[in-house]
């Protein structure tokens, strides 16, 4: 229940971060949105960590669950791919900056709980 909160939580995040930009950035123009996610390789990352977000945003439900049966949890592991998207999508953003600091610090926690989900070393960790 901790991990469904914490995505849809996330989720929530990320569609403010989206509509936000695509509000200020470019008038809720589609156009410009797709040349911005086209031209600007962060702005890709972003976008593309968004879209598959969304998929498990719309299926952290009962009924996707049944529906979906094993598939549910395969299409929902692709939150490990989302985390490295959305910290490659921060890290170019910040490149023009020259501004690392947060991302490192991001980038040392998004590590860590990566590894603690390889299996041995859950195994290694609850003993």
């Given amino acids: 229940q901790l991990r469904k909160t914490l995505g849809l939580f996330s989720f929530f995040y990320a569609f403010l971060h989206f509509t ?11 156009t410009m949105m797709i040349n911005d996610v086209i031209k600007r390789p962060f702005i890709t990352m972003g976008f593309i960590a968004f879209v598959i977000m969304s998929f498990l945003a719309v299926t952290s439900n009962q009924i996707s ?57 859950k195994k290694i960790i609850t003993k």
């Fill in 65 to 121: 669950m049944r529906f979906l049966g094993g598939k549910w949890k395969m299409l929902h592991r692709l939150i490990y791919i989302i985390a490295i998207l959305a910290l490659i999508h921060y890290f170019w953003h910040k490149e023009g900056k020259r501004d690392f600091t947060v991302a490192y610090i991001y980038a040392g926690i998004i590590s860590t709980l990566l590894v603690i989900r390889i299996p041995f070393m």
């Fill in 20 to 30: 936000i930009w695509y509000w200020l950035d470019h008038n809720l123009s589609f």
